[in-house]
């Protein structure tokens, strides 16, 4: 399972947030990662720590101000980038375009989606893996796979049916050990955290309880 | 062969234009439409022609002001709605909730696209059908059989691929009868056509060429 | 006093609420306007009510698909267009842009912002008014009036600093004729409504009780 | 004079054109500044080069995936930030939002917009500086002093009308030191550069040239 924090723009120290994910991750199966803001990069990509971006925009070098360049992130040292996180949404030509920008710079993608048909399409476009966010989950605290266990199964299909290859993450409503597994045996193939471990008094302590079912 | 003829905010008479399409459209087995601004759909419903609308917004009754509700578009006589225009790009889960907003009214739907991958994205949003409209050819009067015939039969194979029952439309680069032809051969189930029709002199002879052919 | 309903998307009828503003216009020194969806322009406007839009765009005759023109507008019956409205917020480039096309066809201009500093800076455009929409307001039922008069009054100064010329309307928080009264005594030039009369199970009494007190 | 030099997405090693700021400066009366990509604020920073954002969010501390938040920015290094540059144009009440925000972070800032009425509405939010950026000048190399010297005088004019505090600067068509002199001229407290400074084989001479007549 992957398990990717990403820290928003909560007040937490990015850092120590990303040394737990780098720590834990070595005891562990599950390949854990943390996505800081642009402004944060560099840092949390020294610590060791697997390190996405939040987000980058369809553009190539040149007259583009206050836009996030997926060379600049890959260059401070992220993997990957999310696309489209509901807190971030985007045109599907944009979708598109950011997913090419992310390959150019050989850059793993995630693009996230509302609900099954949306993760058809995201899956469409190409990407590495999609993630589904139900709007009705999101920051609630209950579990997808409890409330609602039909989105992660219906996503993994719509996905599988457009392409086989594009992995599924459950983007919402997974906060204990037992959602991610919950969410492993709907078909996902990892989770997206937030609030559970970025806000957490002991961020270290919050991801061992998260992998320790796995 | 269906042929939607955009009026855009081009200075054409949209009553006129109506005219021509419902009149040409009794002579020929092509079916004939013609999407005018919002204020006009009525008065160009009134005329007999099939009338379209150029753009819904992905809302339901209520406090939505300044945007275009499904039912009121069906409601002043539309039987279809294009989306995601190039000159109207949405979000991705805005198309989505457009075209359920269309399904909900009653409405045909058409999502537009820039390229094939962007095709596959908007046919497995489940909509009637989608038209691909390549940017280079966007105005230019080059028709899209002559600049780039792949794309249209990528855009075909890829919604295929997803829904074979999206028919995909030949969006951008088409202005004579040969074109439109020229499209079918590739397996363009349908054109969109603008200002060749809608900015001429006389619609009715230009409309009468389009056809002639097919 | 100007007292302008707007009709949003509510499933109301607009040619009966535009009568009812009509035939309660002849009973008042105040002056009422409606504003229906774009679709229901011209059949309001010919109901003899004065009509206005709900959003125009910032465009010209041209390639804008989807778009709201302003000349279509007028041709349409309106006489005048509000501008950024808290439910369609805009660029402030945009703003400038819609605020010169709805000149350029004879459109008012109504101007709508969410406090005192943006009411200074939408006054600056140029329009004929400007409304203030405090968000804590929207949609609450409570009068501004009463939950804040210092918004309004700071609204009034801010648009005279800039521009004593243009006027300013109370945009949220009005629902009684004691409501409309309020805002006049706080030096506004007028009120936008909506749900109080386009939901009201009989428009014209509602209109009635709302001008008795003027 | 204060002269920003935008790097926007360039190709361009920041780092290095921060640190011909950072000389340069100690070499003239004018104020010279650096705004690199949101990734490179802290390097920046550090090479003791005055540092601004290109762009940053009208948000707090929360649940904003994807967004700059003036903290990290301010926290990177940054004592200033752009707002509402014609590459990155924002709705009213982001712009009024993103001033706020800048503002509790103790961030400076200068809000771009296009034209004389557009900065007297930037300059009734209270921002410590606007910048003009006629859209036919941008990228063109026209300095805008000899195109259309009444754009900046105006500019300069409907600021002070509105806030006699706010600065104006003069934010296209300057590539040489004369145009900075001839922007000086018009009223203006200074300029922002792009390409000339960032593009140039050797910025530190071309910011030498720059600030020469100063």
Request: glycine share 8%; hydrophobic share 45%.
């Amino acid at each position: 399972m992957f398990v990717l924090v990403n820290l928003k723009t909560y007040p937490c120290d990015p850092v120590a947030v990303a040394e737990a994910v780098r720590d834990v991750d070595e005891t562990t199966d599950a390949r854990l990662a943390v996505a800081p803001a642009a402004t944060h990069i560099e840092r949390v990509a020294e610590t060791g720590a697997e390190t996405w971006a939040q987000h980058v925009d369809p553009i190539d070098h040149g007259s583009n101000t206050g836009h996030a360049l997926a060379e600049h992130v890959a260059d401070a040292g992220a993997v990957g980038t999310l696309i489209n996180h509901s807190e971030r949404r985007l045109k599907l030509a944009d979708i598109d375009g950011t997913v090419r920008a992310a390959q150019r710079a050989d850059l793993e993608t995630i693009v996230c989606a509302n609900n099954p048909a949306q993760i058809g399409a995201a899956a469409a476009l190409g990407p590495d893996a999609v993630a589904v966010e139900p709007p009705e989950l999101i920051g609630t605290g209950t579990p997808v796979s409890q409330a609602d266990p039909d989105v992660v199964e219906d996503a993994v299909a719509a996905a599988a049916d457009v392409d086989p290859d594009v992995s599924v993450l459950c983007g919402a409503g997974i906060s204990t050990g037992d959602d991610v597994v919950a969410a492993g045996d709907l078909g996902a193939g990892g989770v997206l955290l937030a609030s559970g471990v970025a806000k957490a008094d002991d961020p270290k302590a919050a991801l061992e309880d998260l992998v320790a079912p796995l």
